[in-house]
């Protein structure tokens, strides 16, 4: 048997999604599946926003600023303590 023949990865999506929905039934029949709270998944789904609206940034060439940081014309040449004398 080809190493690329075995393991999860190899096998076609219909067949994943079946194995993967045993496992999850299995758990929550053994009282151990995560259940999120409210505040959790808002949470993840925040996190997730922000790495996917940073890597289309990167990906794009787009300045790493805000939309309010870039609206208002980015940086200033003054040192955040005030203007060098």
């Given at each position: 048997?080809?190493?690329?023949?075995?393991?999860?990865?190899?096998?076609?999506?219909?067949?994943?999604?079946?194995?993967?929905?045993?496992?999850?039934?299995?758990?929550?029949?053994?009282?151990?599946?995560?259940?999120w709270?409210?505040?959790?998944?808002?949470?993840?789904?925040?996190?997730?926003?922000?790495?996917?609206?940073?890597?289309?940034?990167?990906?794009?060439?787009?300045?790493?600023?805000?939309?309010?940081?870039?609206?208002?014309?980015?940086?200033?040449?003054?040192?955040?303590?005030?203007?060098?004398?």
């Open positions: 048997m080809a190493k690329e023949d075995r393991g999860f990865a190899s096998m076609d999506r219909s067949k994943q999604r079946e194995i993967a929905s045993k496992g999850g039934k299995a758990a929550h029949q053994k009282g151990t599946a995560h259940e709270t409210s505040e959790e998944a808002r949470n993840a789904g925040r996190k997730g926003g922000i790495a996917s609206h940073r890597r289309r940034r990167e990906q794009t060439g787009e300045s790493a600023l805000s939309g309010s940081e870039a609206r208002q014309g980015g940086a200033t040449d003054q040192p955040a303590d005030g203007p060098v004398e």
